[in-house]
């Protein structure tokens, strides 16, 4: 049974800094394409970032120079790290895994997990 459980959201000051984290289980994970997508109320779901199996990154424009994912293969998690936060980043950030490969355009995998909201305040 895969499960993915995100950690980490919460509200925060326009400028402010979060780090999520994402814990996988029942997959592979070093050999998973991982991602964080986010949606925002009203809108449909986006791709936020992506890393690969060898760490290479794929960004939305929106967050580049502002957000670094990374993951950590012996633990079995991925981390988005939220800094210059903005009222625009407001939104349900999901983790994401299921792909293999070498690719990391953002379309995501199968297994989602349960979100956790992030709320910036201006």
């Known amino acids: 049974q895969v499960q993915l459980v995100e950690s980490g959201g919460g509200l925060v000051q326009a400028g402010g800094s979060l780090r999520l984290s994402c814990v996988a289980s029942?997959?592979?994970?070093?050999?998973?394409?991982m991602g964080w997508y986010r949606q925002a109320p009203g809108k449909q779901r986006e791709s936020v970032a992506i890393i690969g199996i060898v760490a290479r990154t794929n960004y939305a424009d929106s967050v580049k120079g502002r957000f670094t994912i990374s993951r950590d293969n012996a633990k079995n998690t991925v981390y988005l790290q939220m800094n210059s936060l903005k009222p625009d980043d407001t939104a349900v950030y999901y983790c994401?895994?299921?792909?293999?490969?070498?690719?990391?355009?953002?379309?995501?995998?199968?297994?989602w997990g349960q979100g956790t909201q992030v709320t910036v305040s201006s």
């Open positions: 029942g997959i592979d994970f070093s050999r998973n394409v």
């Open positions: 994401n895994a299921g792909r293999t490969g070498w690719s990391i355009t953002p379309i995501p995998g199968a297994y």
